[in-house]
């Protein structure tokens, strides 16, 4: 089993900018990809950024690609996502999810992850 436990949401002006964090705990951290998904209301989940064990590999929504960044430390079994210039569609609950993997790759699709967050809301405001 791993626990996800995400911090860091709240609200914000459009423009400004907020850093969420994943504290895991249960297993071998590095062993496991990581992603971020957010579900605003009436939308389905989507993936917004995920990231490699080692974190070589990284990988982006188009609608954040240049705005948000994810990244790890393995050694604090934490992983982040910086998120700048915040637009009101950002608006959503933001969740992390786990997912073990031996290659060092990334994964888009919910169902590839175990292990989910109970999520942080983040409210854009414009």
């Known amino acids: 089993q791993v626990q996800l436990v995400e911090s860091g949401g709240g609200l914000v002006q459009a423009g400004g900018s907020l850093r969420l964090s994943c504290a895991a705990s249960?297993?071998?951290?590095?062993?496991?990809?990581m992603g971020w998904f957010r579900q605003a209301p009436g939308k389905e989940r989507e993936n917004v950024a995920a990231?490699?064990?080692?974190?070589?590999?990284?990988n982006y929504a188009d609608s954040v690609k240049g705005r948000f960044t994810i990244s790890r430390d393995n050694a604090k079994n934490t992983v982040y996502l910086q998120m700048n210039s915040l637009k009101p569609e950002d608006t959503a609950v933001y969740y992390c999810?786990?997912?073990?993997?031996?290659?060092?790759?990334?994964?888009?699709?919910?169902?590839?992850?175990?292990?989910w967050g109970q999520g942080t809301q983040v409210t854009v405001s414009s």
């Open positions: 990231i490699s064990w080692s974190g070589s590999i990284t």
């Open positions: 999810a786990a997912k073990r993997s031996i290659s060092d790759s990334v994964y888009y699709t919910a169902s590839a992850y175990t292990y």
């Open positions: 249960g297993r071998t951290f590095s062993d496991y990809t």
